[in-house]
């Protein structure tokens, strides 16, 4: 029997999961004064554009190597642009300003900052460019708890060479190919937004677990989150194995959701003690009824993707040197205000989600928020239509108006051109009838 059930998720500490995009440097400005990053659609933007800056933007572009991408920059720099405005942190601000001031000449620094300004973006919805949370994000942080509670049940022995994995889950799930995986009758929709869902744009910087004068060697990077606060709503759907399927052991929601509290509470509880070791506030939690916590996403820290117990996690050393942890990572990922680790103030670790049953209190909540969202959302397009509209009369206008005064300054010249013609044309006229009739010549020609 097939047991479809309806969740509301909600996001705890920044959220990042990847989908192998990131802000073109072509589709976004950065408003300096209002720390927000604007994107927006390139043909639109061009569109807006005289010719005399269409043909010094494809010049830009045409050249098409990496000096070219801060010309870019400094071409739209400034610019007032309609588009989807994203809060950045305002460190940023400066970084990108560092970017105006590179010079185009100097082309390995060029590359050099510019690896380091690659913004990438968090999974979202082609149709309507907003954020979600993949199905397949939720089902992977559901297993991983799952298959912990079977360990700890189990007591597997640690496998060895290099199919031990495989090997693992293998024992853990009394199964051992995808027709016999218990998990292929799990199946959970992706959560999509409900009203309005605030993202930003953060540093991602890596600390030390343990108090150090040394510092942890991890380069910074900058990704879109999806802040604290924000709501998702999905379903998550158990089917009951066919007959002769070979699943032995059918998943239940009681038991995928005791391996969920069990294990995610457990993580956050050693995190948070790993967290006051170095002086860095938790997030604060609100768990209450049948709600559960997971946790997804990049940076979700090692143990919480791995098996306890047959944990194996590589531990950069430096000078290209490892080695291999079976406890945990020794360094945390932790979303920054600042590209520098030594201000612990707002630092953030990654990817905590509570999520409920939908009840009908909920439901009623999450369904007028969402409409409310799309009237609103409906109105702010129709605002945008109407200033982009008068925009455009207004630049038509101008361009009007400039070629009147085009027009009026061809006809002024050509006047003026005339005018000098006939004055030029009076003096040559009277030059000759002076040399014709004077005295001199007379009295020489006729004696």
Not at 292 to 316: Q, V
Not at 370 to 384: G, M
Request: aromatic content about 8%; overall charge positive; charged content about 30%.
């Amino acid at each position: 029997m097939k047991v479809l059930k309806r969740f509301c998720l909600r996001i705890v500490s920044p959220v990042h999961i990847g989908c192998d995009e990131v802000y073109e440097p072509t589709g976004f400005v950065i408003d300096e004064k209002e720390k927000k990053l604007v994107c927006f659609d390139s043909l639109d933007f061009v569109r807006g554009l005289e010719a005399e800056e269409k043909h010094k933007l494809a010049e830009i572009c045409k050249k098409g190597n990496v000096s070219s991408i801060p010309e870019l920059y400094k071409f739209m720099h400034g610019r007032r642009i309609n588009g989807r405005s994203i809060s950045v942190c305002a460190e940023l601000v400066e970084h990108y300003q560092e970017n105006l001031a590179i010079p185009v000449n100097n082309m390995k620094m060029v590359q050099q900052e510019l690896n380091h300004f690659v913004i990438a973006r968090t999974a979202f919805s082609l149709a309507t460019d907003r954020p979600y949370i993949p199905g397949s994000a939720i089902k992977g942080a559901l297993r991983t708890a799952y298959l912990n509670r079977q360990e700890r049940q189990m007591r597997v022995p640690h496998q060895g060479g290099k199919d031990a994995c495989k090997q693992l889950e293998k024992a853990l799930l009394n199964g051992g190919s995808f027709s016999t995986d218990p998990f292929r009758m799990l199946k959970v929709c992706d959560f999509m937004p409900v009203g309005e869902i605030r993202t930003k744009i953060v540093y991602v910087i890596n600390m030390k677990k343990k108090l150090s004068k040394f510092q942890a060697r991890g380069p910074y990077q900058i990704l879109e989150v999806i802040e604290p606060g924000a709501v998702f709503e999905g379903t998550i759907l158990i089917d009951k194995p066919e007959n002769g399927s070979g699943i032995r052991t059918p998943l239940s929601y009681e038991t995928v959701l005791e391996g969920a509290t069990s294990f995610y509470v457990s993580q956050m509880e050693r995190e948070d003690r790993e967290l006051e070791g170095i002086k860095i506030q938790s997030p604060v939690v609100d768990k209450h009824g049948e709600s559960f916590f997971l946790r997804l996403g990049r940076h979700s820290g090692a143990e919480s993707l791995t098996i306890e117990g047959h944990r194996k996690i590589k531990i950069m050393q430096g000078g290209g040197r490892s080695t291999i942890s079976d406890y945990g990572a020794t360094t945390f990922w932790l979303a920054s205000e600042s590209r520098k680790s030594d201000i612990p103030e707002g630092l953030r670790p990654f990817g905590w989600v509570g999520i409920e049953p939908m009840t009908q209190e909920i439901a009623t909540k999450v369904a007028q928020t969402e409409e409310d969202y799309r009237k609103n959302e409906e109105l702010e397009l129709i605002q945008r239509r109407e200033a982009g509209a008068k925009a455009e009369r207004e630049m038509k206008l101008i361009r009007q108006k400039e070629e009147q005064e085009h027009q009026r300054r061809e006809v002024e010249e050509q006047r003026r051109q005339e005018a000098e013609a006939k004055k030029q044309a009076e003096w040559e006229a009277m030059f000759v009838g002076r040399q014709r009739y004077c005295p001199l010549v007379h009295a020489r020609c006729f004696g």
